[in-house]
């Protein structure tokens, strides 16, 4: 590779970098519109829903309780 090919190496590894850039945030953002959009659909549904508390609390004892002296 000469020196030219180099630089056009550069210029397009450096466009294609601020192309990405700018369209991360979109794609982002589509995928957690749609994230969202699946847990109403989720919520609506009758007797399929339950409570993150009822899910994340642990059923035994709890770490972290003062112990009585």
């Known amino acids: 590779m000469n020196g030219n090919q180099i630089e056009g190496l550069i210029g397009m590894l450096a466009t294609l970098g601020i192309l990405v850039l700018l369209i991360l945030p979109s794609v982002l953002g589509v995928l957690r ?3 969202i959009d699946r847990q109403l659909r ?4 009758p007797g399929t829903h339950t409570g993150p508390a009822q899910e994340a609390r642990p059923h035994g004892r709890r770490h972290g309780a003062a112990r009585p002296a």
């Open 33 to 35: 519109d749609r994230r």
């Open 42 to 45: 989720q919520a609506q549904q």
